[in-house]
C-alpha cells in the first residue's frame, strides 16, 4: 500500500465514475475472463467505452437487476469473473436476495458496484437514496464491502476487487466527488489509512466523508485539539487491529458515514470496541431518516454530515474521556 495524500479540498475536474471504466479497460485488455454487467445505465457510468472495446464480454441486462445479478452469477460459475452494475439503490435493495443466494452463498467472484450512494443521489431523491445498501451486503458472510472515496481509490480497489474471489459490494460517488489522493496512490482490501495523526481523538471515516473529516481536523486544530484522521474504506473485512490502536493511543473515537449509523460503519466499529477496547463513541452518519431530494450541499447540512458535525462531536467524544 502507498498513499500520498492531497487533501486540498477541491474538485476534481475528472468523473469519479471513470476511476472504474479506466480500471475495467486495462484490465479487460490482459484478461479475457472478465466481464461486465449493466442495467441500462451505460450512459451514466460511461460503461460505454467497455460495451465498444469489449463487445463481446460487455453486456447490457436492462431495467432488469435482479436477472442481472443471475447473469452475472451464473457467468462466474463457468470460470469468469463478473462485475455488475447499477446505482446504489438497485444494486442492494433489488439485487440482493440473488446476491445472497446466487453470488455469497456460491462463494463467486461477483463484484456489485453501486453508485450515486446516500446523500450523493441529490436531486434523484428518496426512493434514490441508499443509506442502507453496505449494510445488505455486511451480512452475506465473507463478502467484501468498500466505500471509496475519489477516482484514485475507485481505480485501485477495482483491480484489487477483480483480483478477489469473494463476493462484493463497492459504493461509488458517480460524478463529482473532492480530490483526497495523488493519482498512483494504491490501497489495500481491509487496510485502513491513517490520513493525519493525532493523540486527543480519532476520526474514522469513508467515501465523501473523508474529505469532511480532513476539514473537521483543521477546524480541531485551531482549537489546540490534535486528532487523528482514518480512512476506513473497507468496512468489510474490517482493519480491526488499526482501530484498536487508535482507541488506545487517542481514548476516544468518531465515526462518519453516508450511510446509516445503526447498521453501517459506526456499528462495525462500535461492536468492535464495544468487545475489544471500551472507549467513548460518537457517530456520525444518517440517524435512522429516509432521503429527500436536493442538492447534495444542502443535503449535508440537513443530515449533519459537515466537518462541523464532525468536530463537534469530537469535543463531546472528548469530554467523554473524563
Same mark, same amino acid.
Given at each position: 500500500m502507498s498513499v500520498t495524500l492531497i487533501g486540498k479540498h477541491e474538485k476534481d475536474s475528472r468523473a469519479n465514475r471513470d476511476g472504474y471504466v479506466e480500471a475495467m479497460l486495462e484490465m479487460m485488455a490482459e484478461n479475457d475472463k472478465l466481464v461486465h454487467i449493466d442495467c441500462d445505465l451505460m450512459g451514466c457510468i460511461n460503461t460505454g467505452k467497455l460495451q465498444k472495446a469489449f463487445p463481446e464480454r460487455t453486456f447490457n441486462a436492462g431495467i432488469a437487476e435482479q436477472n442481472a445479478m443471475g447473469v452475472a452469477a451464473g457467468m462466474a460459475a463457468t470460470g469468469l469473473t463478473a462485475f455488475v452494475h447499477s446505482f446504489g439503490c438497485f444494486a442492494s435493495r433489488r439485487m440482493f436476495d440473488q446476491a445472497f443466494l446466487s453470488a455469497g452463498y456460491?462463494?463467486?467472484?461477483?463484484?456489485?458496484i453501486g453508485s450515486d450512494p446516500g446523500v450523493t443521489a441529490a436531486f434523484n431523491g428518496a426512493t434514490h437514496m441508499p443509506f442502507e445498501d453496505c449494510a445488505l451486503y455486511m451480512t452475506i458472510p465473507n463478502a467484501v464491502v468498500i466505500d471509496s472515496c475519489d477516482i484514485v481509490?475507485?481505480?485501485?480497489?477495482?483491480?484489487?476487487l477483480a483480483a478477489d474471489n469473494r463476493p462484493s459490494y463497492m459504493r461509488l460517488i458517480r460524478k463529482a466527488f473532492t480530490t483526497v489522493y495523488a493519482d498512483g496512490s494504491e490501497f489495500e482490501i481491509g487496510k485502513g489509512v491513517t490520513l493525519k495523526d493525532g493523540t486527543d481523538v480519532t476520526i474514522i471515516a469513508s467515501g465523501i466523508m473523508v474529505d469532511e473529516a480532513l476539514k473537521a481536523e483543521e477546524l480541531l486544530a485551531k482549537e489546540g485539539i490534535s486528532a487523528r484522521v482514518i480512512d476506513m474504506h473497507t468496512w468489510k473485512p474490517l482493519d480491526e487491529e488499526l482501530i484498536l490502536k487508535a482507541a488506545q493511543e487517542t481514548g476516544c473515537i468518531v465515526t462518519a458515514e453516508n450511510h446509516q449509523v445503526s447498521c453501517g460503519l459506526g456499528s462495525a466499529v462500535a461492536n468492535v470496541l464495544a468487545e475489544k477496547c471500551l472507549v467513548p463513541l460518537e457517530r456520525i452518519g444518517i440517524q435512522n431518516r429516509f432521503g429527500q431530494v436536493g442538492p447534495q450541499d444542502f443535503l449535508m447540512k440537513q443530515y449533519n454530515l459537515?466537518?462541523?458535525?464532525?468536530?463537534? !462531536?469530537?469535543?463531546? !467524544?472528548?469530554?467523554?474521556?473524563?
Amino acid at each position: 500500500m502507498s498513499v500520498t495524500l492531497i487533501g486540498k479540498h477541491e474538485k476534481d475536474s475528472r468523473a469519479n465514475r471513470d476511476g472504474y471504466v479506466e480500471a475495467m479497460l486495462e484490465m479487460m485488455a490482459e484478461n479475457d475472463k472478465l466481464v461486465h454487467i449493466d442495467c441500462d445505465l451505460m450512459g451514466c457510468i460511461n460503461t460505454g467505452k467497455l460495451q465498444k472495446a469489449f463487445p463481446e464480454r460487455t453486456f447490457n441486462a436492462g431495467i432488469a437487476e435482479q436477472n442481472a445479478m443471475g447473469v452475472a452469477a451464473g457467468m462466474a460459475a463457468t470460470g469468469l469473473t463478473a462485475f455488475v452494475h447499477s446505482f446504489g439503490c438497485f444494486a442492494s435493495r433489488r439485487m440482493f436476495d440473488q446476491a445472497f443466494l446466487s453470488a455469497g452463498y456460491s462463494e463467486l467472484p461477483v463484484h456489485i458496484i453501486g453508485s450515486d450512494p446516500g446523500v450523493t443521489a441529490a436531486f434523484n431523491g428518496a426512493t434514490h437514496m441508499p443509506f442502507e445498501d453496505c449494510a445488505l451486503y455486511m451480512t452475506i458472510p465473507n463478502a467484501v464491502v468498500i466505500d471509496s472515496c475519489d477516482i484514485v481509490q475507485t481505480k485501485s480497489l477495482t483491480k484489487k476487487l477483480a483480483a478477489d474471489n469473494r463476493p462484493s459490494y463497492m459504493r461509488l460517488i458517480r460524478k463529482a466527488f473532492t480530490t483526497v489522493y495523488a493519482d498512483g496512490s494504491e490501497f489495500e482490501i481491509g487496510k485502513g489509512v491513517t490520513l493525519k495523526d493525532g493523540t486527543d481523538v480519532t476520526i474514522i471515516a469513508s467515501g465523501i466523508m473523508v474529505d469532511e473529516a480532513l476539514k473537521a481536523e483543521e477546524l480541531l486544530a485551531k482549537e489546540g485539539i490534535s486528532a487523528r484522521v482514518i480512512d476506513m474504506h473497507t468496512w468489510k473485512p474490517l482493519d480491526e487491529e488499526l482501530i484498536l490502536k487508535a482507541a488506545q493511543e487517542t481514548g476516544c473515537i468518531v465515526t462518519a458515514e453516508n450511510h446509516q449509523v445503526s447498521c453501517g460503519l459506526g456499528s462495525a466499529v462500535a461492536n468492535v470496541l464495544a468487545e475489544k477496547c471500551l472507549v467513548p463513541l460518537e457517530r456520525i452518519g444518517i440517524q435512522n431518516r429516509f432521503g429527500q431530494v436536493g442538492p447534495q450541499d444542502f443535503l449535508m447540512k440537513q443530515y449533519n454530515l459537515t466537518a462541523d458535525d464532525i468536530a463537534a !462531536a469530537a469535543k463531546k !467524544a472528548i469530554a467523554r474521556k473524563a
